[in-house]
Every structure is written in C-alpha cells, then in structure tokens.
C-alpha cells in the first residue's frame, strides 16, 4: 500500500490577490473640467479617474505593493488536467 493512500486531503481553490498603489498627477485640462450650474468650474471626477487609471499604465509609474491577501476563490471545481495540487502532508522528494 503506497503512502498516499494512508491519508486523506481535501482539495480546496484558494487565489491570492496583490494590492499595489501609485501616486500620478494628473494635470488640470478642459478635458477633465467642467461648468457647474452655477457657471464654476469644477473637476469632472469620472474623467479625472478614467485619465488618472490611463497615466497610470505608463511603463515609468512606480507601483509599490500595498497589500497582499488570499481567500478562498468564489468558484470552486475540479482540478484541470493542466494544472496540480500542492499537498502539504508530503515532502518534495517522495
């Protein structure tokens, strides 16, 4: 009778999620402005994040992890063929 048969393991899809922050400036153009009603200009702030999210894809940001958490995954199934499951209870080399 082979080890592995000796215990029992539940196989369990985990995904880990890596947070990381960037500071861009974003610099103050009619096309993230807008006029108030009250004839102010104010920031457009759906366009000032969508031009923030867009500056932010520049190769030279520096992007620094702020967080790193894992959780189990919302959707759990088999193994796929392509993939493996670590086992924990044996070492590497057996």
């Given at each position: 009778m082979s080890k592995k048969s000796d215990t029992v393991?539940?196989?369990l899809r985990?995904?880990?999620v890596t947070y990381e922050d960037a500071y861009?400036?974003?610099p103050v153009t009619d096309a993230i402005t807008k006029q108030n009603e009250d004839g102010s200009v104010g920031?457009?702030?759906?366009?000032?994040?969508?031009?923030?999210?867009r500056i932010s894809k520049d190769?030279?940001?520096e992007w620094q992890i702020e967080?790193?958490?894992?959780?189990?995954h919302p959707t759990q199934g088999p193994t796929p063929d392509d993939r493996e499951s670590f086992d924990a209870f044996y070492p590497a080399n057996s």
């Open positions: 393991s539940i196989a985990i995904r880990r861009v400036a974003v920031i457009d702030i759906e366009t000032f994040f969508a031009e923030a999210i190769p030279r940001v967080t790193c958490e894992t959780e189990p």
